[in-house]
């Protein structure tokens, strides 16, 4: 029983691996990039969160959607004074950007908010909940459940026409552009949508964790490996990936040892990478 | 017999490229390749160069398998090739990109060659030589130190082809030579091409461009949904019906 | 062409006498930290140059393999003994034999996967130095490293520590420059320009390509080394994907298409502006971000293009002859 404990626990931060996930490989299945700023819109995210719902004492609903704009806006501004320009360089030159982003907003938000970790007030009440023998916390349930709605709602608002145009963009730009579909705006809500995942994936996690500059750093890299995992570039498969890594971090935390639970997140990804770096639904596309 | 194709087939997935293919190359012939886009004239091409992996069936160099060996082992096997759209080292020179051609004949190892033992400055002498040759073969050593994305289009051809040359392979694959050239670039190519089988080379190409094809070819395979439709020499080739209807279609009769 | 090599050679020379005397002017062992620590980063730098700038591969860690090489200095100073002198080539041999290792399973995956896989794999090195205290002593560390000594002459002072890192990295840039311009450089730079062209030219580009890595995991190992015994403690603290992302910026500052006179000075650049913005101490991390943006933005091909322009003004030459 106390497997399914580890696997109902390690459903929540999954789901949080999956609005990371969704947000990497969103970016990179529309512009084959990959964005080392995203673990600072995650603790941007995070900060927004705080200071809406601990200190404007705003309703958390409200918190929420606020969060998700707020964060898509600072993506999208960053992206028009960043990276605007970069598009039809060497894409190391826009990857070295978005590291350039990452310590940039890293150490301003240091510089402002200081290096003290800071608690995020409980949403929804920490006494937990008894469904035979597993234990259930409605704070890490209400997390598992807003997530898995924020990505129903992107699966069903791709399937329209901002996703159709999406997919174009990315396989051909000159066609796409030619068919009317404006590209700039769709580089740019991809980017705004990305960044409000990674936002609204801190403030759901600031509630279990803790909010500090430095969440970013650690959080990046679970983003990726979960991206890995599913097949970056595949949405469902960030889905998929972000709950199984989730899952797989808890078991092995709980019966390998917990101080190594980190590296299972990179094992994890090396091991993808090497034996199938198309993950379990991905394409791993050799150009010739 | 130089290059055989024994019953190849190259399936994706459940698209079938290439169907039993066999086809025989001779020593000193240029060889032809031809038939409508979609075809498989580069499937066969990628298959014996090593770039895809065959499904069925073997391809022989002088009676040794290579199927299945890396890409740049075929070279040094003396396997060579072009591509359809000219694949130069942009930021090298004309004579750097030949040097890279025949690196696979270096026998030096790399730590020699950073610390330039005298046997290597020698191997490189040599080398050197050889693809200045090369370039006055091809009648292009006026672009020897210029910068292969400096020069025209069919320079770069010729580029192309003298790197593929300085391999020092027995067979040389042209894939669509003539695309992109102007009417004089392409008879500066036609007689390149049999220039170079009279040095000694053995050629294949696939071209779309019928007249280069039958001013050249030796023996023409005609290639149609990956099978093999015809083969002759140019005059079988350019009676037989089949031939003509995959390229303009089955003729109404009842017209 | 005499003129040339003349006017190439006295420059050279002079940047060298003038490096030389530096701490016979300079007092301020602070102001002699500074220089050395930049040595130390150029030499990291260049290996990742090749890599990334000549071979068109890439990598995300080579703090990893920096740390590596300052771990294995340590241990092998400490736990076994051994003379600086004979640890340094033999920790360079480690990471070489390393690189080549990681480096041919992790080489077959291409450009983002790459980079991941470089990542994922420096984050478990971190890891084992954090956990395996036995070896790393944990997250303390490992301190009080011995400085080199020769008889009873030691380099303990940061003066003199100084001129070996000086002294390595002249002897390192002289080996990247003759490692550039020989065949097996100009077989780089073919894999980088057209890794498919280059192996259907006969080449074996997986061969070259973890030969590159390997080059690059070597010279981060002598790197490490002599941070080690110039820094006298180290940490994991010392070799997080800042330090990587530290020595990414100095190598596509200096010019993604590869300049060894380019990573030099962004290498400069890069290791005194930290220091030199020390003074605004919050907004100093801010403003290193800002200028990789700003560099990013402003001159994407790196100060290598720009040098190549100005040398080639100045040393001006009447006939176009390649000098191979």
Same mark, same amino acid.
């Given at each position: 029983?106390d ?7 390690g459903?929540?931060?999954?789901s949080l ?6 947000g990497v490989s969103?970016?990179y ?9 995203y ?13 809406l719902y ?9 918190t ?9 806006l ?5 992206e028009?004074?960043a ?6 360089k ?5 990857l ?7 310590v940039f907003?890293r150490s301003g938000?240091?510089a402002?908010f200081?290096?003290v970790?800071q608690?995020f007030?409980s949403?929804f009440?920490?006494k ?8 259930l ?18 699966q069903i ?8 145009a999406?997919?174009?963009?990315a396989?051909?730009k000159?066609a796409?552009?030619?068919?009317g ?16 995942l ?9 509630p279990?964790?803790?909010?500090a500059?430095?969440?970013g750093t ?13 097949g ?10 972000g ?6 971090e808890?078991?092995?935390a709980f019966?390998?040892?917990?101080t190594?639970?980190d ?11 090497m ?14 | 017999?130089?290059?055989e194709l024994?019953?190849?087939t190259?399936a ?27 075809s498989?004239k580069?499937?066969v091409?990628?298959?014996i160069?090593g770039?895809?992996?065959l ?7 002088e009676?040794e398998?290579?199927s299945?060996?890396?890409?740049h082992v ?8 072009t591509?359809q759209?000219i694949r130069l080292f942009?930021l ?9 051609g025949?690196n ?37 050593e006026?672009y ?7 020069i025209?289009?069919g ?9 593929a040359?300085a ?9 669509e ?11 500066i190519l036609?007689n390149?091409i049999k ?11 696939v ?5 280069l094809?039958m001013g050249?070819c030796d023996?023409?395979?005609?290639l149609?949904?990956?099978e093999?439709?015809?083969?002759g020499?140019v005059?079988?080739v350019?009676?037989?019906?089949d ?10 009769t009842?017209? | 062409?005499?003129?040339l ?8 020379? =002079?940047? =060298?006498v ?5 701490p016979?002017v ?8 500074i ?18 700038g000549f071979?068109?591969q890439?990598s995300?860690g080579?703090?990893?393999f ?7 200095s340590?241990i ?21 034999a390393?690189?080549?290792?990681i480096?041919?399973p992790i ?6 996967y790459? $980079?991941?896989a470089t990542?994922g794999?420096a984050e478990?090195v ?13 997250? $303390?560390g490992?301190?009080s490293?011995?400085a080199p ?28 420059h003759?490692i550039?311009n020989?065949?097996?450089?100009r077989t780089f ?11 259907s030219?006969?080449?074996?580009t997986t061969?070259?390509?973890?030969l ?7 010279y ?8 080690a ?6 940490s994991?603290d ?5 330090e ?9 500052v ?8 380019g990573t030099v000075?962004?290498? =400069?650049?890069l290791?005194?502006?930290p220091?030199?913005?020390?003074a605004?101490s ?6 290193y971000g800002l200028v990789?943006i ?8 790196g100060?290598g293009k720009?040098?190549?322009?100005i ?5 001006k ?8």
């Amino acid at each position: 029983m106390d497997l399914l404990q580890q696997i109902v626990s390690g459903l929540t931060t999954g789901s949080l691996y999956v609005l990371l996930a969704l947000g990497v490989s969103l970016l990179y299945r529309a512009l084959e990039i990959v964005n080392f700023a995203y673990g600072e819109t995650f603790m941007l995210g995070a900060f927004t969160g705080l200071i809406l719902y601990d200190w404007l004492h705003i309703p958390f609903p409200i918190t929420l959607i606020l969060t998700m704009v707020i964060s898509g806006l600072i993506g999208v501004l960053i992206e028009k004074i960043a990276y605007r320009r970069l598009y039809k360089k060497h894409h190391l030159i826009l990857l070295l950007a978005t590291v350039g982003v990452s310590v940039f907003i890293r150490s301003g938000a240091t510089a402002v908010f200081g290096t003290v970790p800071q608690a995020f007030p409980s949403v929804f009440g920490e006494k937990p909940i008894m469904l035979g023998t597993l234990i259930l916390i409605p704070q890490n349930l209400f997390i598992l459940g807003v997530a898995c709605v924020i990505a129903i709602i992107l699966q069903i608002f791709l399937k329209g026409n901002f996703g159709t145009a999406m997919r174009a963009a990315a396989q051909s730009k000159d066609a796409a552009s030619l068919m009317g579909i404006n590209i700039v705006s769709t580089t740019v809500a991809t980017w705004g949508i990305s960044s409000a995942l990674g936002g609204v994936a801190g403030l759901l996690m600031s509630p279990i964790f803790f909010v500090a500059t430095t969440v970013g750093t650690s959080i990046l890299i679970k983003g990726f490996a979960a991206a890995v995992l599913g097949g970056i570039g595949n949405l469902p498969g960030a889905i998929v990936g972000g709950l199984l890594l989730g899952i797989i971090e808890n078991i092995g935390a709980f019966y390998i040892s917990s101080t190594w639970k980190d590296g299972i997140s990179f094992a994890v990804m090396l091991l993808v990478l090497m034996v199938r770096p198309a993950g379990l639904f991905g394409k791993y596309i050799e150009k010739i | 017999m130089l290059l055989e194709l024994n019953n190849v087939t190259k399936a994706f997935g459940g698209l079938v490229a290439v169907n039993d293919l066999s086809v025989s190359i001779e020593k000193g012939e240029i060889h032809g390749l031809i038939g409508p886009n979609g075809s498989g004239k580069t499937t066969v091409f990628n298959l014996i160069s090593g770039f895809y992996k065959l499904t069925s069936g073997s391809v022989l160099l002088e009676g040794e398998n290579i199927s299945g060996l890396k890409p740049h082992v075929i070279v040094s096997k003396g396997i060579a090739r072009t591509f359809q759209n000219i694949r130069l080292f942009p930021l090298m020179t004309v004579q750097e990109n030949l040097l890279i051609g025949a690196n696979c004949k270096l026998r030096s190892g790399v730590i020699g060659s950073i610390i330039n033992l005298n046997s290597v400055k020698e191997e490189e002498r040599l080398l050197r030589e050889r693809t200045d040759e090369i370039i006055k073969f091809l009648e292009i050593e006026q672009y020897k130190y210029r910068l292969a994305s400096d020069i025209s289009y069919g320079v770069q051809r010729l580029v192309e082809i003298g790197r593929a040359m300085a391999s020092e392979c027995r067979l040389i694959m042209l894939d669509e030579p003539a695309a992109g050239l102007n009417p004089q670039e392409k008879t500066i190519l036609m007689n390149t091409i049999k220039k170079i089988r009279d040095n000694g080379y053995t050629v294949l190409v696939v071209e779309h461009d019928m007249r280069l094809i039958m001013g050249i070819c030796d023996l023409i395979t005609i290639l149609n949904f990956g099978e093999k439709i015809a083969e002759g020499n140019v005059e079988e080739v350019s009676t037989n019906p089949d031939v003509i209807e995959a390229y303009l279609g089955r003729r109404d009769t009842h017209a | 062409m005499h003129k040339l090599k003349d006017k190439k050679l006295l420059l050279q020379l =002079i940047i =060298i006498v003038l490096l030389l005397l530096f701490p016979i002017v300079v007092k301020n062992r602070y102001w002699i930290y500074i220089p050395t620590i930049t040595a130390i980063n150029i030499i990291a730098a260049l290996g990742l140059s090749v890599l990334i700038g000549f071979t068109g591969q890439m990598s995300m860690g080579h703090a990893a393999f920096f740390g590596i090489g300052a771990y294995a200095s340590a241990i092998f100073t400490m736990r076994f003994g051994l003379p600086f002198w004979l640890v340094l080539p033999l920790v360079g041999i480690l990471n070489f034999a390393i690189g080549l290792i990681i480096g041919r399973p992790i080489l077959r995956l291409k450009g983002l996967y790459l $980079s991941l896989a470089t990542l994922g794999f420096a984050e478990l090195v971190q890891l084992v130095m954090s956990q395996w205290k036995t070896v790393t002593g944990g997250w $303390s560390g490992i301190s009080s490293i011995p400085a080199p000594t020769i008889g009873s002459f030691s380099f303990a002072n940061e003066n003199r520590y100084y001129y070996i890192a000086i002294i390595m990295v002249i002897l390192i840039i002289w080996v990247t420059h003759r490692i550039i311009n020989s065949r097996t450089g100009r077989t780089f730079i073919a894999i980088r320009e057209d890794e498919l062209a280059a192996e259907s030219s006969g080449v074996n580009t997986t061969k070259y390509k973890v030969l590159a890595f390997a080059i690059s995991t070597l010279y981060a190992g002598i790197a490490g080394s002599l941070y080690a015994h110039s820094v006298k403690f180290i940490s994991p603290d010392s070799f997080t994907m800042n330090e990587s992302i530290i020595f990414l910026s100095i190598v596509v500052v200096g010019g993604r298409i590869g300049s060894i006179p380019g990573t030099v000075i962004a290498g =400069i650049i890069l290791s005194f502006a930290p220091e030199l913005l020390r003074a605004f101490s919050l907004y100093q991390t801010m403003l290193y971000g800002l200028v990789i943006i700003v560099i990013m933005n402003v001159m994407p091909d790196g100060i290598g293009k720009i040098i190549k322009g100005i040398s080639t003004s100045i040393f001006k030459e009447k006939n176009e002859k390649a000098t191979n």
